[in-house]
């Protein structure tokens, strides 16, 4: 199955609502572990803070791993859609110019999940904040950098 029909579906049917609850995860262009590389993985960061002090989002948790970003956040301005367009092509911009290069760095399309219940935002901020620690990258989530949560 080729990419497009695969990304074309993960849009079926979405729908953004101002004030929901997403779980957004969005992946690098053919699974490469650029965040690896801890300074790429702060241009990412910058990103999803700049979309926060644009008011579009408020960020509850995020964690970059090596190869994809998770992201719990609640949509304020605009559509679920957009918000994460922007992230993902303001991002590719700085990290091409970082490592000197032109090209896509996101695989196109997300997965996003709408929220329904305060149980499930604790069950999803704790899957975001272990996802280093079952990926096996650290031992304990504090040895990992590259996460922020609002509740910490």
């Known amino acids: ?59 509850l948790v995020w964690v970059v791993m090596p190869d994809h970003v998770h992201w719990l956040l609640e949509l304020k301005l605009g559509s679920l859609d957009r918000l994460v367009k922007q992230v993902k092509a303001r991002s590719a911009i700085s990290i091409n110019r970082a490592i000197d290069c032109q090209g896509r760095i996101w695989q196109q399309g997300f997965h996003d999940r709408a929220m329904r219940y305060d149980e499930d935002l604790v069950a999803a901020a704790r899957y975001i904040v272990l996802n280093p620690v079952r990926a096996g990258v650290v031992k304990r989530c504090g040895e990992y950098s590259l996460w922020d949560a609002v509740w910490v």
């Open 1 to 59: 199955m080729s990419k497009s029909p695969h990304s074309r579906s993960l849009r079926s049917g979405r729908v953004s609502e101002q004030g929901r609850v997403y779980l957004v995860t969005f992946t690098t262009e053919n699974r490469r572990t650029l965040f690896s590389n801890f300074c790429l993985g702060r241009l990412v960061v910058k990103e999803l803070r700049q979309a926060q002090s644009q008011r579009l989002a408020t960020s």
